[in-house]
């Protein structure tokens, strides 16, 4: 199973480096392109974020096995876009009914295409954890492009990096990758299939082990501002396989 893992979490890798050097050569202008978000690894609002927009959500994500050792994980934030194209979070891990971190973050978006189908953006992640001195680092780069009306994808390409006198000594840095291909099918539901090679609901790990997320995911927004995702998987870490149902609960303004 090991080197099966490995094997795909490679050809992951390399598809998402293969799509990042293809997104980086478009042009520069800002405007509104809607693009669903993540539901695992969600964005700091949309990107093209208008000023004013506020977003209050949760996240849990519910063991399907291997109960008696895995948590509730979930996670309720916050998002405000402070002017356009600039949102900044705040986020509140826990796990079962214990508080685990602070999460924090900030997204820019760099611009639109001239033919208005690709969009771009950075964001920066810090999380501070409450039992112990550690704090994880994140930047990433992240492209979107919407070939029609109905199919559109997003990821997320990047690295995070530990600091305080707890991180692991032997390995500070993790590559983040996060792929996502939408379809909408309706005027209020979208259908997702996300890849991540890393759990970013607990980063926090003895040996920062390498995982692979595959999370077939729905979505459906209402007209009042009030939308919901709902999405189940598994997590291939080394011999070992998780599986998990994951809601998010999402409240926009």
């Known amino acids: 199973m090991g080197t099966k893992f490995n094997t795909m979490r490679n050809r992951f890798f390399h598809i998402c480096f293969l799509l990042f050097g293809c997104t980086i050569l478009f042009a520069q202008e800002t405007e509104k ?3 669903p978000e993540p539901m695992m690894f ?10 004013g927009e506020l977003e209050i959500n ?3 994500d519910f063991p399907l096995n291997n109960t008696s ?6 996670a309720p934030e916050i998002e405000y876009a402070l002017f356009d194209g600039f949102a900044v979070e705040l986020e509140f891990p826990f796990a079962d009914g214990h508080f ?8 820019y978006t760099l611009g639109t295409s001239s033919n208005n189908k690709y969009i771009h953006g950075l964001q920066f992640i810090g999380e501070t954890y409450v039992n112990g001195s550690i704090t994880e680092l994140s930047l990433l780069y992240i492209p979107a492009y919407r070939f029609n009306e109905t199919w559109s994808a997003l990821g997320l390409f990047g690295l995070m990096y530990e600091v305080g006198s707890d991180a692991n000594l032997n390995k500070r840095t993790t590559v983040l990758l996060n792929a996502t291909l939408f379809a909408d099918i309706g005027h209020h539901s979208v259908l997702g299939l996300e890849l991540n090679n890393s759990d970013p609901t607990l980063q926090l790990r003895d040996e920062n082990t390498m995982v692979l997320l595959v999370l077939p995911q729905f979505h459906y927004e209402f007209d009042f501002g009030f939308s919901f995702q709902v999405g189940f998987g598994p997590r291939f870490i080394e011999n070992e396989t998780e599986y998990s149902g994951v809601l998010r609960v999402i409240q926009t303004f």
């Open 33 to 35: 392109l809607e693009i």
């Open 42 to 51: 969600d964005l700091v609002r949309g990107l093209g974020a208008e000023q």
């Open 58 to 60: 949760t996240l849990a």
């Open 69 to 74: 050792v895995r948590p509730i994980e979930w």
């Open 100 to 107: 685990e971190a602070f999460k924090y973050a900030i997204q």
